[in-house]
């Protein structure tokens, strides 16, 4: 049988998993990451708090670890994340700091951290999370003290240091037509008029059977793919209430393949990423009380039936 990997890649695209480095000492984990899949994400290693831990000190063995996997295993790596408001380092956190320093803490970051992995990641996620629900800039450090111009900055200097990765901006709440995907429709938009460099817009995908599937998913992906973006499904997970049952499994798998064929629909959706691939290792029973089972595998590291189904909606295309 071809693997999920496999089959994405006849499409020209890739179905990919995140992982994180705790997971690194589960041999039997690794086998069907390393296999099943044809890219990967580091779900925390290159986040500002993993990377830059004291101000100016940079440490990125942990991306490093999770980069080595992927080029050993011939996956594609997307690189997630520089810029975000959440999991920052303590020092940055707590400082107060004027504009200027800021917007030079930033630069630093992010020319440092991208030229560390020059030419060996497929994207970055630049900016993550920017926006909030009702589509104005979410207020965190960056906007209250930069403006709206950081996240321009940032496309920039993520290009200066790496020319080749695919720039990204990536959030959640925004896989259908919305106020906040409005908010990126227009931002694009507003991006590519001034020659900012964006290559994409990642929909994070983190679903949940109680809300009900996003119907207008795949027109908002043709709309960025229109305004001349690559799109793709950046952090995919369907949870539900715990426990599972026939009925449950059977609607996710139906959700996963009908993401599937949506992003093999529209042809700059370049590839789907699953928030890790197994629930042994999901971040959402720690978030979100009584839910659970988002994954196509179970925590025994057994396909479910949204492996079979993303599987058949690839062999499909
Ligand atoms: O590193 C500490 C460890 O020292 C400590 O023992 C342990 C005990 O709780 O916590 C560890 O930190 C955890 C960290 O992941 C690393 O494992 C944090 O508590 C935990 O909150 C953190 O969760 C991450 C979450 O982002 C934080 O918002 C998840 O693993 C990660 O999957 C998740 O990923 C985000 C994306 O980056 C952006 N989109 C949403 C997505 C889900 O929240």
Redo the contacts with the bound molecule.
């Keep these: 049988d071809k693997t999920l990997g496999e089959l994405a890649a006849a499409s020209h695209r890739y179905l990919g998993s995140a992982t994180?480095n705790p997971e690194f000492s589960d041999a039997a984990y690794l086998k069907i990451l390393g296999s099943e899949f044809n890219s990967t994400t580091a779900?925390?290693a290159l986040k500002w708090y993993a990377t830059e831990p004291q101000q100016g000190v940079f440490d990125f063995t942990q991306g490093d670890q999770v980069l080595d996997f992927a080029r050993r295993h011939h996956m594609s790596f997307r690189a997630?994340?520089l810029v975000w408001h959440?999991?920052l380092p303590d020092w940055l956190n707590n400082g107060t700091f004027t504009a200027d320093q800021l917007r030079a803490i930033l630069k630093n970051h992010i020319l440092t951290e991208a030229r560390h992995y020059r030419g060996k990641v497929y994207s970055w996620d630049v900016v993550?999370e920017a926006f909030n629900e009702d589509g104005t800039y979410r207020d965190t450090i960056f906007y209250r003290t930069l403006g709206p111009g950081y996240i321009a900055d940032a496309l920039r200097w993520a290009r200066q240091a790496d020319p080749h990765a695919k720039l990204y901006l990536n959030d959640?709440n925004i896989e259908a037509v919305g106020p906040k995907s409005d908010a990126y429709y227009n931002l694009v938009k507003q991006l590519k008029a001034q020659g900012v460099p964006i290559d994409g817009v990642g929909f994070?995908g983190?679903l949940a059977l109680q809300y009900g599937y996003p119907d207008t998913l795949q027109q908002n992906l043709q709309r960025f793919a229109d305004l001349g973006v690559d799109v793709a499904i950046t952090?995919l997970d369907i949870r539900m209430y715990v426990p599972a049952d026939e009925a449950k499994l059977a609607t996710q798998a139906d959700w996963y393949a009908r993401v599937t064929k949506a992003c093999l629909a529209v042809r700059r959706c370049v590839g789907i990423t699953i928030?890790d691939y197994t629930d042994k290792y999901s971040?959402i029973p720690a978030?979100f009380e009584g839910e659970g089972a988002a994954l196509p595998y179970d925590e025994n590291l057994q396909p479910k039936p949204a492996y079979y189904a993303i599987r058949d909606a690839l062999r499909d295309a």
């Design positions: 994180d779900g925390n997630h994340t959440s999991q993550n959640y994070q983190h952090e928030w971040w978030f």
